[in-house]
């Protein structure tokens, strides 16, 4: 059954829409737009990453994915830096390289690790060790998260449709029917 919401209904809408200023993949103007609020370190958001690639794959220039960050530090300890670790990429204009290796290599993203996958993308390493060092994308990680309270986040993978919330499972067979 799918779930239907009043545009008044709280924490259902995004509450700061996408912009220039997410990481996106496909055109803001795409007719479906699929926004993620994730933590690297989550095993559901591992999951929810391998479908997200299997809708993009479907839906092709139909569909504008962003992805936010959401880490959760109390569950996962790692989960804080390893967006950073996104964002000081995202930098180097190697967001999404990070992104998917991030998800791909989960275990671990641990501090030792991080230059590694660094590197192993081709970011200028001194760059991106002394960014990683004195916290440069906190704000930014911490903006998202803060975007992720105010439109009713609590858990991860969050997923929002076209600006409402989706709350039915985050898997392919429920998904794809509600972008489609």
Request: net charge negative; with cysteine.
């Amino acid at each position: 059954m799918k779930t239907t919401f009043s545009e008044s209904t709280p924490g259902v809408r995004l509450s700061v829409p996408v912009s220039e200023r997410d990481h996106i993949q496909g055109t803001l103007h795409a007719p479906k737009m699929l926004v993620e609020y994730g933590d690297y370190e989550s095993p559901d958001c591992r999951a929810a990453h391998d479908v997200v690639r299997a809708l993009q794959w479907c839906l092709g220039h139909g569909l504008c994915f962003a992805y936010r960050n959401f880490p959760l530090g109390d569950i996962h300890p790692h989960a804080e830096q390893a967006a950073e670790a996104a964002e000081a990429a995202g930098a180097q204009h190697r967001f999404w390289e990070m992104h998917n290796l991030l998800f791909e290599t989960q275990d671990p993203i641990d501090a030792e690790h991080l230059p590694q996958y660094a590197g192993a993308i081709g970011l200028d390493m001194r760059r991106f060790v002394s960014e990683l060092s004195v916290g440069s994308y906190s704000a930014r990680v911490r903006d998202d998260f803060r975007t992720g309270v105010r439109s009713g986040v609590t858990g991860t993978p969050t997923f929002f449709i076209n600006n409402m919330r989706f709350n039915e499972s985050p898997d392919f067979e429920t998904l794809f029917p509600a972008l489609a």
